[in-house]
């Protein structure tokens, strides 16, 4: 007897979609199954290595892909906004992790244990009034 699979396929043209976020980053990721022919991570229009121009930061990105073993297995498409470079890597990388489990549960065991699949919950701690900065007071003398 012949073991069927049982993984979701999206149509062609149709996407697995998720959202990821850091800090006041957000990334809306869409994971098509289908690859394009040069280019397999869009973010906001652009080539990944456009927009990220360190290594570090297009590490950072493609990381849950890496994760599963499916670098160029995906064609994704991101809109970022909020936030800077580094936080918006880490919402791409946290929604590209979401999408991966809509495709397939079983990559949760890697993406978990990788520490992916949690949103950072780090944020800038608010100023306070009476104070300059969050917790930085100004000059106290006694006399």
């Known amino acids: 007897m012949a073991k069927t699979d049982n993984k979701p396929k999206p149509a062609p043209g149709r996407y697995f979609e998720a959202v990821g976020r850091r800090k006041t980053s957000v990334a809306r990721v869409r994971l098509f199954s289908e690859k394009s022919g040069k ?9 990944h290595a456009d927009y990220f121009h360190t290594a570090e930061m297009r590490k950072i990105a493609t990381e849950a892909l890496g994760a599963v073993g499916a670098e160029g297995g995906f064609r994704v498409s991101a809109k970022l906004s909020g936030g800077g470079v580094h936080s918006q890597a880490e ?5 590209i992790s ?6 397939d549960q079983n990559h949760r065991k890697f993406l978990k244990s990788a520490g992916y699949l949690k ?3 780090r944020m800038k701690e608010r100023r306070k009034f009476g104070l300059k900065k969050a ?6 003398a006694k006399r």
């Open 39 to 47: 280019e397999n991570i869009l973010v906001n229009g652009k080539s």
């Open 98 to 103: 979401r999408a991966l489990l809509l495709v």
């Open 91 to 95: 919402a791409l990388r946290h929604g």
């Open 119 to 121: 949103r950072d919950p």
């Open 135 to 140: 917790r930085k007071a100004p000059q106290w």
